[in-house]
């Protein structure tokens, strides 16, 4: 047992700017420091998340942050919650490939699961620079490329509905003397979403709480082979939140790993440029400008891995045999249509996509070692959602 937590429990080693600098604002009242009365429902032993100095978690932020998390009021034509994008039966993610903001258009990326997002190093698919809950919280409400809440310009109008006696009451139990605002609002969803934490999958009772018939023996042989340097997956996602992006509060090394899997390799002769990730969504590119960072996304956590799909940032792959396959190939290979194109001789791809060769039994064990990350008391918590 000692040598099999040694092995898997390895701790990795580790646009909105003026509304950014706006909601930082804080009144004399919002300075006085918060006692955190939160119990995280973590494993004995196991890091906490790191937690913002001027945002402590306590129950009544988590629980305000849960109520504005599922209300509709806060997109400007009242058509969409933060929930809509985001199911908890999905792990707080969803089942289409790509989302669709409260204005209908249609979005580039997957929403990503927000299955123990606190112990996230970055955040969203391709930014290294986007390492807060709260400053992330932005992008949906006022980004306008593409609109999500669509609050940009309805500022106002947004800001009345919260101060209903319901949310007056909320708001002065979450943040007492201090008047309803957008920076609350953030701070409470980010304290909520913070909650959303996953730790007691198969994998865990038995990895960490020493039950040997957790998982089923198919599932171990599978886990070995995860873990193995055949296939390479532990090195993008390795640690206990099976992610090489991880930060807690005992990480004291600043890493943020991306990595380009292979996925496209489009052929762009007509503008001089030999190959690449589509035009659309170049991944860590866009905010480095670095042509290295061609097709980099951030590695997301394989935890509840089994009910996220569609899977990558796009969507584009449909199931967990069909990711194995893909790996197993050490890429993908597009033989027609606009994206066409062999990932797997994108010269930026990573070292760790070299491929692999697995039996039916093989690629079995592996799926079934995957879904031992399904936490199904997690995804039924009925404390996690508002009651119909």
Known sequence: MGS????????????????????????????????????????????????????????????????IFFDKSLSANEQQACASCHHQAFAFGEDIPQSIGSTQQKHRRNAPALVNIAYNKTLTWAHDGLMSIEQQILLPMFGEFPVELGITGHEEEVLA????????????????????????????????????????????????LGKDDAISVSALRGMNLFFSEKLECHHCHGGFNFTQSTSHEKQLIDRRPFHNTGLYNVNFAEDNKASGYPKHDTGLAEISTLVKDDGRFRAPTLRNIEVSAPYMHDGSIGSLSEVIDFYGAGGRNITEGDFQGDGRNNPLKSKFIKGFTLTGEEKEDLINFLKTLTDCNFLSDPQHVISE
């Open 4 to 67: 099999r937590l040694l092995q898997i429990f390895k701790l990795p080693i580790p646009s909105l700017i003026v509304v950014s600098l706006c909601l930082t604002l804080q009144s004399c009242s919002e300075n006085k420091k918060q006692e955190s009365d939160y119990q995280w429902p973590i494993i004995k032993g196991f890091p906490k998340p790191q937690v913002p100095q001027n945002n402590p978690m306590t129950v009544a932020k988590v629980s305000l942050g849960k109520v």
């Open 161 to 208: 509905r919260f101060k209903t006696l319901k949310y007056q009451t909320l708001f002065a139990e979450a943040f007492p003397q201090q008047k309803v605002s957008f920076d609350l609002i953030v701070k409470a969803l980010a304290s909520y979403v913070r909650s959303l934490i996953s730790l007691s999958a198969p994998f865990d009772r038995y990895a960490y």
